[in-house]
């Protein structure tokens, strides 16, 4: 029951952060002239991006609060946890080389247009974000819903009480 909670949460809290890189496109399409919101919106997202104009997917003319690698990697990410009542448990593979099959896709894709042998467009940053999202949540799922067990649904704390002491 708790697993299944855990997992609602996970999947909601994904699910509003992929909504989220949509809003800074939107407001951007709403404002008149100053695009002092959708500028403050675009700076929440800085730090995790470097928004590069030409390496964005745009919406209305505005490039959404991530690059289109960030966003496929985001995506693929919601999509892999909203596959997951629909695959195995069971990992097969140790995490290293679970990771260096997320992540070879966009390696041979950033190798290859530094060295000038195939240019890296948007549909293929998002094509190897998406990979890499989706990896990625067999990794990082079991570690979050077990964070998300202990931090909010832990006995202890549905019963007022952590690491033991009353509050």
């Known amino acids: 029951m708790r697993q299944s909670i855990a997992y609602r949460l996970a999947l909601s809290g994904v699910l509003i952060w992929c909504f989220l890189l949509f809003v800074p496109a939107i407001i951007a399409n709403l404002e008149q002239q100053d695009h002092s919101i959708s500028k403050s919106l675009y700076d929440v997202y ?3 991006c470097h928004q590069y104009e030409s390496r964005s997917i745009h919406l209305g003319g505005y490039k959404l609060g991530v690059c289109a690698r960030c966003f496929g990697i985001y995506f693929g990410f919601l999509l892999g946890v909203g596959l997951i009542p629909f695959l195995s448990s069971k990992q097969t593979f140790p995490n ?13 894709v950033v190798a290859l247009n530094g060295l000038s042998v195939h240019e890296s467009i948007i549909l293929s940053r998002f094509a190897t974000g998406l990979w890499f999202g989706l990896f990625s949540v067999k990794i990082i799922i079991p570690i ?8 909010f649904l832990s006995k202890n704390i549905i019963q007022g009480t952590h690491y033991g002491s009353k509050t």
């Open 144 to 151: 979050l819903l077990e964070a998300i067990n202990e931090l």
């Open 96 to 108: 290293i080389f679970l990771w260096l099959i997320a992540i070879s896709p966009i390696l041979i």
């Open 46 to 48: 800085s730090p995790i």
